[in-house]
């Protein structure tokens, strides 16, 4: 019976020792800043100018802290580095909380609504900093 009674009070302090950085983890990461990164493939005939005309109001949101529109540089070929994609956007948010609403904002739902026929493929990584 002791032995039971030891396991279980073993057990459960390890899964709140498991848990709490979790947890800490998760609350530290809603108070830092956050950079969210989209790559466009636009569809054959799209013109990569007005694109990037189109994607420029996603940097007027009201959360964006700071935005780049880009396309892909001119460095050396490398197995490392892709160059398929037509189109970058990186937009810096001062914490997560910001990067959800501006998913939610109006211009970047009208971004959305208005070019999302003029692209193949997209895809996006968010990081926290």
Known sequence: MKTRRKFIQTLA???????LPIELMAEQSKKQKM???VF????PGEDVKDFLKEASVLGKCKTVAK??????APTEARDVVDHSYQVACTLFFDSIEDQ?????????LKFIERNSNKWASVKVYDFVV
């Open 40 to 43: 466009f493939w636009l569809k």
């Open 13 to 19: 302090v390890a899964s709140v020792a498991t848990a």
């Open 35 to 37: 950079i969210h990164q």
């Open 100 to 108: 959800n609403i501006y998913q939610t904002d109006p211009e970047h």
């Open 67 to 72: 935005s780049y529109m880009g396309v892909p």
